[in-house]
């Protein structure tokens, strides 16, 4: 019923940027929170930089001032801008939304690798 694709990745050198986008369509009459996760090889998942519907948004210490997060609420979908890339950044990046009836929706992810 609802689909959530996540597009953007890719291989960039050290230093370089990508920017993330994140669709949601289908059943979904919005996209109330989002937030961007990542998993590199034999780590934890962890969240990257989230937003609510307002606006607000937090990121993890490790790509603050670096990211940014954003939502374009007219298209259904969240960004994730990403400069001053590293190679720690590499990993698939998941993309999550709640509906405004508070059901979750997980993309299949990207690939980021960040090569030195």
């Known amino acids: 019923q609802v689909q959530v694709v996540e597009s953007g990745g890719g291989l960039v050198q050290a230093g370089g940027s990508l920017r993330l986008s994140c669709a949601a369509s289908?059943?979904?009459?919005?996209?109330?929170?989002a937030g961007w996760y990542r998993q590199a090889p034999g780590n934890r998942r962890e969240l990257v930089a989230g937003?609510?519907?307002?606006?607000?948004?937090n990121y993890a210490d490790s790509v603050k001032g670096r990211f940014t997060i954003s939502r374009d609420n007219a298209k259904n979908t969240v960004y994730l801008q990403m400069n001053s890339l590293k190679p720690e950044d590499t990993g698939v990046y998941y993309c999550?939304?709640?509906?405004?009836?508070?059901?979750?929706?997980w993309g299949q992810g990207t690939q980021v690798t960040v090569s030195s």
């Open positions: 289908g059943n979904i009459f919005s996209i109330n929170v």
């Open positions: 937003i609510t519907s307002g606006g607000s948004t």
């Open positions: 999550a939304v709640t509906s405004p009836d508070d059901y979750d929706y």
